[in-house]
């Protein structure tokens, strides 16, 4: 009996790691989301060139990486959002974004 135990308690810590909460994968999901938009934005591109690359879910943040397709280029974007709050907010995008703007002189 006492060895039945000690493998439950052993066999449920193992396997807990692996299981997602829901808060976990709403956050993630609108995390991806909030950040194509906003890199979208902020690179004057349609969303369809922001895309999602991976996700990594943390405590108080979740990190997402964007491919951003641009002028036949693709450039790497990391996006931070911070989480634990009642809603999610973006803390940084790296490298800063800027709009190409053409000037007639």
Known sequence: MRNFI???LVLGFLAAPGV???????????????CRAEVASQAGVDIAQARFDQVR?????????????RNGSLQNVRC??????????VASITPTLTTATASIR
């Open 20 to 34: 997602a909460s829901a808060d976990e994968v709403r956050d993630r999901t609108q995390a991806i989301q909030l």
């Open 6 to 8: 000690l493998s439950s």
């Open 80 to 89: 931070e959002v911070s989480r634990g709050g009642e809603q999610l907010t």
């Open 57 to 69: 879910v943390r405590p108080h943040a979740v990190r997402v990486d964007i491919d951003l397709w």
